[in-house]
């Protein structure tokens, strides 16, 4: 039984298209973020987005002063070295 639900889980992650991100709502807790600003940076970068999802939940949502937007700035001063900007920001997340 877990694992059905399990592989549901990784199924619809997988399936996940920009329209879905575009529809998330941030919650109305009243912590300061920058979400469309998030978004924005995300796309700029070419992150997929099943990797934008986990994203900005690791980030709650672009939290603002939160270690995702060092990473940004990180990925903007690497001169194209980092290739992988959408795995580069959830290794910082996962810190």
């Given at each position: 039984?877990?694992e059905?639900c399990d592989?549901?889980s990784?199924?619809?992650?997988?399936n996940?298209?920009?329209e879905?991100?575009?529809r998330m709502?941030v919650?109305p807790?009243?912590?300061?973020?920058n979400f469309s600003g998030?978004?924005e940076?995300?796309?700029l970068?070419?992150?997929?987005?099943?990797?934008?999802?986990?994203?900005?939940?690791?980030?709650?949502y672009g939290?603002?002063g939160?270690?995702i937007?060092?990473?940004?700035?990180v990925i903007r001063?690497s001169?194209g070295?980092?290739?992988?900007?959408?795995?580069?920001?959830?290794s910082?997340?996962?810190?």
């Open positions: 039984m877990r059905e592989q549901r990784a199924t619809r992650k997988r996940l298209t920009q879905d991100i575009d709502q919650p807790d009243g912590c300061p973020r998030l978004l940076n995300l796309r970068f070419r992150v997929p987005p099943a990797e934008q999802y986990t994203i900005v939940l690791k980030s709650n939290e603002i939160g270690d937007w060092k990473g940004f700035s001063g001169g070295k980092i290739k992988l900007p959408g795995h580069y920001l959830l910082v997340l996962n810190k």
